[in-house]
C-alpha cells in the first residue's frame, strides 16, 4: 500500500521532496561541511540532455509497439500507448519511471545505463535523475497541451454551438449520478464516513477529453454530431470537475462550501471560454492579415503557439485548466481561413509531444495496486469493484440524457465519456493530501481511474460499430 | 567579475547547485526537524508547467520581434534570435534568467509574474524557478540536436565527401593558426604563463556550427560547395575542438598529454561517423520499407527520430557530441527516398524547437563583462580586442586555403568559421573549472565569444554578396 500511496502523494507534492531525500543523507555526513558537499553534487547538462534522449527514444519504441499492435488487432493505438507505458514503467521494465513515484535513481534502468556509459558520477545520480524525469514530465504535460490545442483546431465551433444544450445535460448528469450513486452506495453498503465517500463520488465525475478525443480523432468520429456532443460534453464535464473539486476540497478544510470560491470559478470558466471566442472572431481576420506580413520561419505556426501558450497560461493563472485554454485557441484558429494549413503544420508537433504524455500517463501507473495477491489490496479491490461499475453506468447513462435528437449513438456518447485519466488522479491526489481518505479507498479510487481510462479506447471503437478502412485509421487525425 | 564568474562556471556545472544554495538556509532553520522542511519545499507540477509556458511565449516574441527586425533591415533573421534573446535575457529585461547565472527566482521578472497569478509558495519559488530553467534550458539542447538533424537532412553525403579534402584543410587550418597565434601572442604580448595561454588559444578554435548552418540555410547556401564545405570543416572542428579540449584539459590537470585518451577520442570520432554513414547504407532500404508498413500517426518522422536520438545518445556517450549524432543521423536519412516527405515533417519541429535554443544562448549572454564603465574589464577588454582580431583573421585565412577550387568564394569559407558560439563557452566553462583561467582572461575569452558570435552572420550575408529574393529568405530553409 506505501507504494501507491507514493503514487498519488506525487501529483500534489514533488519530486524534490525525493531529490531533497536522497541528497540530505548526503548533506549529514559532511558534517561541518555542508555547504562544499552541497556544491559537489554537479548535473551535467549533457548528461541530462543523454537521459532525456533515452526516455524518449524508449517512449516512442514503447508507443510504435504498442500502437502498431493494437492498429493490428482493430483496437485504438493510444491504447497501446498506455499500455506500451506501463510495460516501460514502474509497473513491469522499470526504463522510464519518476521519483515521484517512490522510485529512486537506482532503481531506473535507464539511469543505470546512463551511469554506465557517461561520465556521471554517482554523486550526482539522484540530482540528473530528477532533473530528467522532470523534464519528461513536462513534455508529456506540453504533449496533453498540443493535442487539446490539435483537438480544438478540428473542432467545428458551429457544431459545438449547435449541440451544446445536448452536451451540457450529459456533463450535467455525468457528474449528478456517478456522484450522487457513488457516494452514497459508499455510506450505505461500505459504511464509509460522508467525508472520504463525498471525495471519492467526486473523483468519479470528471471525465479525461484526452483519451477520448483521441480515439475519437483516430477512428475518424471527430467531426461526427456524437463526436461533437462528446468533446463539449467533456469540456463541460473538465470545468465542472474544476468546480466539484473546489467545492469538496473547501468542504474538507474548512467544513463548509465556499460559495465566493465556486461562483468566482463558474464565472471565470465561463468569461474565459465565452471571452475567447467573442475575442477571437474580433480580432481573427488581424491575426490572418498579420501573419502574411511575416519574413521569418514558421510564421502561423508560431504565432498560433504564442497565442496557444498564452491562452494557457491564463487558463492556469485563473485557477482553470491549462488544457482549456490549448483547446479554446485551438477552437479560435480553426474558424480562420489558415487553419487547414495550421493543422498541416500542427501535426508532426502533435505526433511528437503526445504520445509523450499517453506513454507517461500508462508508466506512472502502478499496477500493483490491482494485485489481489496482497491482501491489503483486497479491501480495495471490492470497493474498486463497486466504484468501476457506478463510474461506466453513470456515464453510459448519462449518454442517454441526450434528447431530441433521434438515431443518435447515445451508447458511443455515453462511453466516450468513461475514462477518468488524469483528471480522476488529480482527485485523489487531493483528497490523499488532505488526508481524508483511507489507503483502501485511495487504492480503489486509482483501480477506477485506471480500468475506465483502459476499457474506454476499445469500447467506443466496439460502440461506433462499423470500423474505417485500413487508411483513414493509418494516417493522422481527421482533416 | 563575480557575475561572469559565476556564468561560465554554469557551463560546466548546474543549476542544482544554486538550488541546494537556496534551501540549505531553509534547512539550517528547521534545526532538527530537517525532513519535515524539506518535505515542505513543495514544486507543482501545474505551475511549473504555467512558468515553461510564460517562457516559451516569452521566447517566441523575442525570436519574431528579433527575427522580423532583422529579415527587414537584410540581416539574418538568426542574429533577431540572439539579439532579442539579450534583451529578454540576464543583460536587460531579466524575463527568461537561469539559476546558473547566479540570478536567483527573485530576479526573474518571470518567476514574479507566475507568483503573482498562480498559487505558487514563497518557500516553492526557487525551486519552482530551478524546475522551469531545467527544462527550458533542455528544450534549447533538444533544439540544437533538432537544427543539427535538419542540417544533416539537407547536406549532400555526397557533396561532403567530394568536398572532405577541401574542408579538411580548412578545418585544421582554423584549429592550428587561431590556437598557435593566440598562444604565443598572449605569452609574448600580455606575459600571460603558458598554461592559461593554451587554454585561451584552444577557446579559439572551435567554430559553432549551429550559427553557421542556420545562416546558410536562411540565406539560401546551405547546398552551394561553399556550405558544404564550411558544413563540413565546422563538423571536423568539432571533433578537433573536442580532441584539442582533452588534450588541454589532461595537459592541465597532469602537466602531460594522455596519449590514449586522444587516440581514443579520434579513432571513436572516425569509427562513429563512417560506421554511421556504411551502416545507414546498408540498413536504409529496409527502414523505408519497413516504415511503410506502420499504420499508425508519424510513422516516417517519429522513427527518424528513434534513430537520430539514438545516435545523438551514442554520439554523447562516447564523449563526442549529442549533435554529431544527430547530424550524422540526418545526412544518413537525408540519403532516402523518403528525404523530401520527412525534411517537410521537421521543418514545423524546427521551428518549434531552433528559436529556443538560439534566444537562450542570448538569454545566457551577460554582456556586463563587455561594460568598459566597470575598471575590472579593461584589461580583459584589451585581451579580448587581441582574442578577437585572432579569432576573425585565423578563421578567414583557412579559408584561404582552400586548394584546387577556382571562383570558390574563400571569404565567405572563412567567415562562415568565425563564430564560436555555445563551443567556445564550453572551453571557458572547462578553463574556469580547473582554476587555469585568470577572471581577466575568462571575461576576454567570453567577450571573443560573443563578438564572433554576432559578427559572423551579417558578415556572412555581405560575403556571400547577392541578397536572395524575400521569398526565399522569408520560408522555411531551402528544399
Redesign the interface.
Known sequence: MAESLTWVNSL??????SF??Q??PL??TAGTE??PA??S??????????G???S??VI??A??IG??IC??INLP?VL?DLVGGVIIGVSVLKLVVFPEGGEDASSSVLMNLLQR???LEPEALA?TFA?QS??I??LA??GV?ILLFEIGLESELKELIKYGPQAAVVAVVGVVLPFGAGTLGLISLFHVATIPAIFAGAALTATSIGITAKVLAEIGRLGDKEGQIIIGAAVLDDILGIIVLAVVASLVKTGEVEITNIAYLIVSAGAFLIGVIILGRFLSPYYVAFVKE?????PL???A??IA??L??VG??I?LE?ILGAFAAGLVLGETETQQELEE????????FV?IFFVVVGAKTNLGVLNPAIPSNREGLIIAAFLIVVAIIGKVLAGFAVFGQPGINRLAIGIGMIPRGEVGLVFAGVGVASGALSPSLEAAIIMMVILTTFVAPPLLRVAFKDPLP?TE?????PK
Open positions: 500534489t507534492t514533488t519530486l524534490f521532496n531533497l531525500d541528497t540530505l548533506l549529514a555542508v555547504a552541497a556544491h553534487v554537479k548535473v551535467d547538462e549533457a548528461i541530462v540532455v543523454a532525456v534522449l533515452l524518449l527514444v516512442y519504441l508507443s510504435k500502437g502498431e492498429a493490428r493505438p497501446g556509459t557517461t561520465s540530482a532533473a522532470e523534464v514530465a513536462i504535460e506540453l497541451i511575416l519574413k521569418t520561419r514558421g505556426l508560431i504565432t503557439l504564442i501558450f498564452v494557457s497560461y492556469a493563472a485557477r491549462a503544420q500542427v501535426v508532426p508537433l502533435a505526433d511528437f504520445p485500413e485509421s493509418a494516417g493522422s487525425a
